[in-house]
Every structure is written in C-alpha cells, then in structure tokens.
C-alpha cells in the first residue's frame, strides 16, 4: 500500500447526500484509477485519469464524478445519484496507463 | 465477452503442497498478465508480471506464474503453500485493444490448512 493514502478508511452515507472519497499518491505517477468492490464481482473501473486535467469514464461512472487539479490527487465523489453505494473503494497509480498499477488501502463505504 | 477469468472461487491447499490458482485470458494481441494478493479489508498488492520474454515469470513471496500463449493462460504456482499464504488473488490483463485498460477477474479465495 506504500505511496498511495485513501481515507477515510469508512464512511457512512445517509441518504441523498454526495460523499468525497480521497486519493493522495506520492510517486509520482501519471495515470490514476477508482475501482469498486463488491463480493464475487472483483473490481469494476469507475473512473481514470491519465494526467492532470483529464479523466475518462469507466464501466460503472454512473453516479460518480471525479477531479484531478494536482497530479498527486485524485478525489472521487459518490453521488446521491449511485442507488447502491455500500462497496469497497480502491485507488491505484500507475506511472503510465498502461504499467502496473499499484494499490491504496481501500474506503469502505456504507450507507445509514 | 470477458477478458479475464478465475474459474474457481475458492482453492483450499494443505500446507507444504504445491498450490495453483488458475487464470485464462481471451485478449487478442499481446497482453500484459497481472497476479495480486489481497488480505481482508486491505487494497491489492502486486505480485507478478508478464509482458514479454520468458514465459516462467517470479515474483513477490516465492510465487510465480506461467504463460501459456497457446492455452491463453496465466496460472499462479508456489511449489510449497504457507497458511499466511491465505487471501483473496486476483488475476488481471491489460486489454490493448481497449486503451489499455485492465481487467479484474473475479478472484480466488485461497485457504492454506495447516
């Protein structure tokens, strides 16, 4: 998990509210990326930012949005649009899309 | 069609065995094949890697994995299984075809019996 912070490590939504997720990375890497969780289903890609100023949608965007002003950075918001929120959240890093990737510690979030 | 596929949920080895943990692929091309580890309520850590070159590929903790292009696999081998060996491993390829963006499989859930 070294180099890539997320937090809070939960976080619990009531209904109708956006929550913000946050992403630092310290390595200096180019290429960022939201996935979700769910059991049985591996991880499906919400979102992902090969440089700063620029993201493109995932498989399952809808519900989500994103922002990457800093290159270290890479907040994702789940809106109160995402009907099915209670997930595991991971952020990863890579320093070019298409190198490996490499992991935060994951948000669990859960909805009151 | 999926791109990457774990074709057992759960493998359960006795320690000191030899483990396997299966992964096939259907990307057309030439794929980067990915293996991660990942413990309870933890995010995924790296294990291995195949791009090119040799298709015997070490990694972290004593695993390796063998590309098969013909079988269009990637399984995930340790010769002797240790019960801190127990998580959830995910296969992963990188799709050039589609921006080079990665694809999960499902995951394997491993359980070393002591």
């Known amino acids: 998990d070294g180099g890539i912070t997320q937090s809070p490590k939960y976080l619990f939504r009531k209904e109708g509210q956006n929550v913000t997720l946050s992403c630092e990375q310290n390595?200096?890497?180019?290429?960022m990326y939201w996935y979700r969780q769910d059991p049985g289903q591996g991880l499906r890609l919400i979102y992902y930012s090969q440089i700063v100023n620029d993201f493109q949608k995932g498989d399952i965007a809808e519900g989500y949005s994103v922002s990457r002003e800093k290159k270290e950075s890479f907040p994702l918001t789940v809106t109160s649009a995402q009907k099915n929120p209670t997930a595991f959240y991971l952020c990863?890093?890579?320093?070019?899309?298409?190198?490996?990737?490499?992991f935060g510690p994951g948000t669990r979030l859960l909805v009151l | 069609a999926q791109s990457v596929a774990q074709p057992e949920d759960q493998v359960n080895v006795a320690e000191g065995n030899p483990l396997t943990v299966k992964c096939t692929y259907s990307?057309?091309?030439?794929?980067?094949l990915f293996w991660y580890v990942q413990y309870p309520n933890r995010g995924l850590q790296f294990l291995l890697k195949y791009i090119t070159g040799d298709n015997l590929v070490k990694g972290s903790y004593g695993f390796e994995a063998e590309f098969n292009k013909s079988q269009t696999s990637f399984h995930l081998k340790k010769p002797s299984a240790l019960v801190s060996d127990s998580a959830l491993y995910f296969c992963a390829v990188r799709d050039p075809n589609t921006g080079n963006q990665f694809y999960f499989g499902t995951g394997t859930s491993l359980t070393v019996i002591p």
């Open positions: 390595l200096n890497h180019d290429a």
């Open positions: 990307v057309s091309g030439n794929p980067y």
């Open positions: 990863a890093s890579s320093a070019l899309v298409q190198e490996t990737q490499y």
